[in-house]
């Protein structure tokens, strides 16, 4: 319940500020792997719906599964008019969807959130025979200064982010090992640069689990600590971020 209700009352933010994925992903899925408009995809943890939308737009059916009311709420609305569209309220570990139902799951930003071993049985029974499991993250590029200056300012400001947070599960090969078969996946990064406005830039850092909201302790400091990494980075009214889209692939 704790992980569920973490995004009750961002629903808005995340959806306004939160980045979405390069087109390049989902065009190698659709050419080098295998899927289509016949294709059934469980998008596990799905928020807003941010990694929903292109597949809805390819034709495929989706199976939208989000249990924060405030998020899946969010993609009802935007994704009313696609027929393929169903939302689930649902954990990662308990999906409710049929045995054998689904050609892949998606876990976009999420997979952090849940129980690796109750998600991996899960996915085993939801899967068609061959079907696959994509891990994905978009993952700001630490060799830049305000990467880590906005990483300094999230492990000072931000309780309960040391070791939280995507990125660690993303850049720590043993734990996406640990998930899929044998060890063995795929690995894809696929370039996503994100050009922030002062707005965008402070509203996307709000927008996660562990951000203070407005009257939480630390919430003026880290918006004073923010507003200075901006005036640092910003020219001509835009931060530039170098941001990668990183996908993990493979059966479970």
Known sequence: MENTERFTG???????????????????????????ASSAIADIGAGTGLFTQPFLERGSMVFAVEPNADMRAKAEAAF????????????AEDTGLPDASVNLVTAAQAFHWFDADAFRAECRRILK???????????RDLDSPQARATEAAKDTHCP????RGGGQTAR???????????????????GNPILYDHDSYIGVNLSTS????????NYDAYINALEDIYAAYAKDGVLAMPTSAHVFFGYV
């Open 210 to 217: 562990y951000a203070p909201k407005l009257g939480e302790t």
């Open 172 to 190: 720590d090969p043993e734990k996406i090992a640990a998930f899929f078969r044998d060890g063995k996946y795929e690995t894809r990064v696929f």
């Open 160 to 163: 309960g982010y040391a070791g």
């Open 80 to 91: 009313a008019n696609y027929p393929k569209y169903s939302a689930v309220d649902a954990p």
């Open 10 to 36: 961002k629903a808005d933010i995340y959806e306004k500020y939160r980045p979405t994925y390069p087109a390049a992903l989902y065009d190698w899925l659709y050419t080098d792997k295998g899927m289509s």
């Open 129 to 139: 025979p061959g079907g696959f499991v994509l891990l994905a993250w978009n993952l």
